[in-house]
C-alpha cells in the first residue's frame, strides 16, 4: 500500500541545487523569473496574456498560479492582480511540481498524493524564498528571526512567513548528508555572504589567514563545477 508522506529532504535538495548555482552577492527577495528562465524549459505568462491569447481566467482552477500542460509543452501562468510576493512563491511551487513530474490532476483521484504534493512544493518553494542556512547563519550572529523579521529580511508575505517559522524544523539539520552541509555552508559563506552581512555584519578582526582559506575552497568549489 502506497504511503504519502511528505519527502522533505527532496525538497531541500531540490532549492539548495539552485541556490548554490545563484551568482555571488544575491539577494532577497529573488526574482522568480529569472529562477524560471535559468533553471528550466517553462514559459511564464500572466492570466492576463492568457486572456488575450483566447484563455480564459475561468479555466483556471487555481486563483494563485498553475502549471499548464498542452502537447508536452508546459507553462506556469500566474495571477498578476496578486502581490508580488505571493505569486513569486506561488510561482515556485509550481516550478517544483513540473520538476518532481506530479500528477497535476492528483486532487481529483487521491486526496492524500495531492496533499503530499503540496506540502513538498510548498516546502521547496520557501527554502527558496527564505534559505533555511541563512536564517540560520543570522541567528548565530545575534539576529532574532521570528516570522515578523523573516518577512523583513526576505521580502516575503506575512503569511509564508509565517509558515516558514513555524515549518524550520521539518527536516531537521542532523538527517542531512555531509553534501548538503557543505551546500549549506557554501550558501552561507559566499553566495549569501554579502547580504548576510548587509542584514547583520559579523563583527570581527580582519583575518587575513581566514580570508585567504575562504578564498581557496571558493575556488575548490568552482573547480569542481558547483
Not at 531541500?12 to 529562477?35: D, N, Q, R, W
Not at 512563491?89 to 517544483?96: K, P, R
Request: neutral net charge.
Amino acid at each position: 500500500m502506497a504511503t504519502y508522506k511528505p519527502d522533505f529532504k527532496k525538497s531541500y535538495i531540490a532549492a539548495h541545487e539552485k541556490l548554490v548555482k545563484l551568482p555571488l552577492g544575491t539577494t532577497f527577495p529573488l526574482k522568480t523569473s529569472k529562477i524560471i528562465e535559468d533553471f528550466s524549459d517553462l514559459e511564464l505568462h500572466s492570466f492576463n496574456w492568457a486572456e488575450k491569447h483566447g484563455f480564459l481566467r475561468i479555466y483556471f482552477k487555481s486563483e494563485s498560479a498553475e502549471l499548464y500542460e498542452q502537447n508536452g509543452h508546459y507553462t506556469i501562468f500566474y495571477n498578476e492582480t496578486k502581490p508580488s510576493t505571493h505569486s513569486k512563491f506561488s510561482i515556485l511551487h509550481e516550478l517544483f511540481h513540473y520538476e518532481s513530474n506530479h500528477d497535476l490532476n492528483a486532487g481529483e483521484k487521491n486526496t492524500e498524493l495531492y496533499n503530499k504534493q503540496e506540502v513538498e512544493a510548498n516546502f521547496f518553494a520557501a527554502e527558496m524564498l527564505m534559505p533555511e542556512p541563512v536564517i540560520k547563519e543570522l541567528e548565530k550572529r545575534g539576529k532574532k528571526m521570528d516570522a515578523k523579521e523573516i518577512q523583513k529580511v526576505f521580502g516575503t508575505s506575512a503569511k509564508a512567513a509565517e509558515i516558514r517559522f513555524k515549518t524550520l524544523k521539518s527536516y531537521p539539520s542532523f538527517l542531512r548528508s555531509n553534501e548538503e552541509k557543505e551546500f549549506d555552508e557554501y550558501l552561507v559563506k559566499f553566495t549569501f555572504k554579502k547580504f548576510i552581512d548587509s542584514i547583520c555584519p559579523k563583527m570581527r578582526k580582519l583575518d587575513l589567514q581566514n580570508e585567504y582559506e575562504l578564498q581557496a575552497e571558493r575556488d575548490r568549489w568552482i573547480a569542481e563545477g558547483y
